[in-house]
């Protein structure tokens, strides 16, 4: 079975830093590429990154290119978010999800942020 | 990128069909067949419904059914019931590697 267990949220003040880290089990983590989305509350879900498979390609939203990056230990079966430079808008419960075939297919439990002074 | 376009809420009686439209671009809904769908309920993850425009997971029911034409995407529960009270997410491939997704559909059941 599939899980994938986010943890590493918290309440941060703006300007902040936080890392997420999201364990995988139950298939072969180094052949799956990984994203982060979140969804702020009561709003709708937010792609944030994508990594690929060997942890050599990164792509990043927009709204966190230059503050946030994404990365991976394939030894550890583990997915992480730095964010830095936090601001209110990144107040979100942020998932981690598997990629097959270019599509969300399974997702964390979340872990919510809270980004406030 | 922007978000794709679904209807705030839709609702129907038990037993009845409703369809959930998801409206995006040329640049992913029209330009490739990577579109899902995902129910999420209160407080809980999404959950993939339907994959690939049309494809329903194993254990997903088939009064869930997918479809596209052009840039639109479109989720229809037929048979309407009650634990199908959710919200419902579209999300498309958008080239780059990159997901868009919709603002999300209130499905009431009556």
């Known amino acids: 079975e599939v899980q994938l267990v986010e943890s590493g949220g918290g309440v941060v003040q703006p300007g902040g830093s936080l890392r997420l880290s999201c364990a995988a089990s139950?298939?072969?983590?180094?052949?799956?590429?990984m994203h982060w989305v979140r969804q702020a509350p009561g709003k709708g879900l937010v792609w944030v990154s994508r990594?690929?498979?060997?942890?050599?390609?990164?792509t990043y939203a927009d709204s966190v290119k230059g503050r946030f990056t994404i990365s991976r230990d394939n030894a550890k079966n583990t997915l992480y978010l730095q964010m830095t430079s936090l601001r209110a808008e990144d107040t979100a419960v942020y998932y981690c999800?598997?990629?097959?075939?270019?599509?969300?297919?399974?997702w964390g439990q979340g872990t919510l942020v809270i980004v406030s002074s | 990128q922007s978000a794709l376009t679904q209807p705030r809420s839709v609702s129907g009686s038990p037993g009845q069909s409703v369809t959930i439209s998801c409206t995006g671009t040329?640049?992913?809904?029209?330009?490739?067949?990577?579109v899902s769908w995902y129910q999420q309920h209160p407080g809980k993850a999404p959950k993939v419904v339907i994959y690939?425009?049309?494809k329903r997971p194993s254990g997903v029911p088939d009064r869930f059914s997918g479809s596209k034409s052009g840039n639109t995407a479109s989720l229809t529960i037929s048979g309407l019931q009650a634990e199908d009270e959710s919200d419902y997410y579209c999300?498309?491939?958008?080239?780059?590697?990159?997901?868009?997704f919709g603002g999300g559909t209130k499905v009431t059941v009556l």
């Open positions: 690939d425009v049309r």
């Open positions: 999300c498309a491939y958008a080239g780059g590697y990159t997901w868009v």
């Open positions: 139950g298939f072969t983590f180094n052949t799956y590429w």
């Open positions: 990594m690929n498979s060997d942890g050599t390609n990164t």
């Open positions: 999800v598997r990629d097959v075939k270019y599509q969300p297919e399974s």
């Open positions: 040329s640049r992913d809904i029209g330009s490739f067949n990577y």
